[in-house]
């Protein structure tokens, strides 16, 4: 039997990662004892590894497969092959954002004031590639963590990645520039995919979890309605594509089966209910395969 390593990113993205997998049909189970999660598929092998060394450790082939952000692919300057572009994030599903942030009264107010001055950060590279871009030469120091903690004491700025901005504010620091936006990858080790029972393996994992990504917010509807009143409910009824239409027995009319946005559930069953539909059944869904 055949096996597969599978890198799974340790810190803030570790549970909804799990999450994610559980929807796509795998359970994974997380011990603050280990760093080697189980999961319910013998072809899997799991281990916990902190997103800034995922690439590396992909492409020198430790790891067959993992997911890191493309900062960090970046970062490292790894050369491995990206399977798929996953767009999640701890708390959000939009892209993460690498910024420039400075203690709030600060007389930095752009990239050129930064001249001498002393920036905290885990994205070394990018930062020195982003003062050279813009001509200015400062002293970029590697920072281990916490690093919104450091001005204005021990620097003056820092690089930091976030999601929605709520941790640096609560530092009483700002935003002052974007340096890039990056989201989640699943990415593979070359040689890996020349093994055709390996990518076929990471090929399907890549493909449930974008199904899982594709369903989210996203819920489906089933209904009845009889023959008289079904030309006034189709023009009400919103689809992914379009509705599935079926007839009912004894020509007692029509059942519709379609797929809509959440968040319009709770006004659309109201006007659906007045266009004459019965029997609805709302149902979540995991994934959608477009």
């Given at each position: 039997?055949?096996?597969?390593?599978?890198?799974?990113?340790?810190?803030?993205?570790?549970?909804?990662?799990?999450?994610?997998?559980?929807?796509?049909?795998?359970?994974i189970?997380?011990?603050?004892?280990?760093?080697?999660?189980?999961?319910?598929?013998?072809?899997?092998?799991?281990?916990?590894?902190?997103?800034?060394?995922?690439?590396r450790?992909?492409?020198?082939g430790?790891?067959?497969?993992?997911?890191?952000?493309?900062?960090?692919?970046?970062?490292?300057?790894?050369?491995?092959?990206?399977?798929?572009?996953?767009?999640?994030?701890?708390?959000?599903?939009?892209?993460?954002?690498?910024?420039?942030?400075?203690?709030?009264?600060s007389?930095?107010?752009?990239?050129?004031?930064?001249?001498?001055?002393?920036?905290?950060?885990?994205?070394?590279?990018?930062?020195?590639?982003?003062?050279?871009?813009?001509?200015?030469?400062?002293?970029?120091?590697?920072?281990?963590?916490?690093?919104?903690?450091?001005?204005?004491?021990?620097?003056?700025?820092?690089?930091?990645?976030?999601?929605?901005?709520?941790?640096?504010?609560?530092?009483?620091?700002?935003?002052?520039?974007?340096?890039?936006e990056?989201?989640?990858?699943?990415?593979?080790?070359?040689?890996?995919?020349?093994?055709?029972?390996?990518?076929?393996?990471?090929?399907?994992?890549?493909?449930?979890?974008?199904?899982?990504?594709?369903?989210?917010?996203?819920?489906?509807?089933?209904?009845?309605?009889?023959?008289?009143?079904?030309?006034?409910?189709?023009?009400?009824?919103?689809?992914?594509?379009?509705?599935?239409?079926?007839?009912?027995?004894?020509d007692?009319?029509?059942?519709?089966?379609?797929?809509?946005?959440?968040?319009?559930?709770?006004?659309?069953?109201?006007?659906?209910?007045?266009?004459?539909?019965?029997?609805?059944?709302?149902?979540?869904?995991?994934?959608?395969?477009?």
């Amino acid at each position: 039997m055949g096996k597969l390593t599978l890198g799974i990113p340790k810190g803030s993205l570790e549970l909804t990662t799990a999450e994610m997998f559980a929807k796509a049909g795998y359970n994974i189970k997380i011990s603050s004892r280990s760093y080697f999660p189980t999961i319910d598929d013998p072809e899997i092998e799991c281990m916990l590894i902190r997103a800034q060394e995922m690439s590396r450790y992909v492409e020198e082939g430790i790891l067959d497969c993992g997911l890191t952000g493309r900062d960090w692919i970046v970062e490292n300057g790894s050369d491995v092959e990206e399977v798929a572009e996953l767009v999640y994030g701890k708390v959000g599903r939009k892209p993460l954002r690498w910024v420039l942030a400075v203690p709030e009264g600060s007389e930095i107010k752009g990239p050129k004031d930064l001249e001498g001055k002393r920036i905290a950060t885990e994205a070394v590279g990018m930062t020195e590639k982003y003062l050279a871009k813009h001509g200015v030469k400062a002293s970029v120091e590697f920072s281990w963590g916490a690093t919104e903690v450091k001005p204005p004491k021990l620097a003056d700025a820092i690089v930091e990645i976030t999601e929605t901005g709520s941790s640096l504010k609560a530092n009483k620091l700002q935003i002052i520039d974007t340096l890039c936006e990056t989201t989640t990858r699943f990415i593979a080790n070359k040689d890996a995919m020349k093994d055709d029972w390996k990518k076929r393996k990471i090929s399907k994992l890549a493909l449930l979890l974008k199904a899982v990504l594709v369903a989210e917010g996203k819920v489906g509807l089933m209904m009845n309605v009889s023959t008289d009143k079904f030309e006034e409910l189709i023009g009400k009824v919103p689809a992914l594509d379009r509705p599935t239409i079926s007839r009912l027995a004894d020509d007692g009319g029509y059942a519709l089966n379609t797929i809509v946005d959440e968040v319009v559930v709770r006004d659309l069953i109201p006007e659906l209910m007045e266009a004459g539909a019965t029997g609805i059944v709302e149902y979540p869904l995991n994934k959608i395969i477009p």
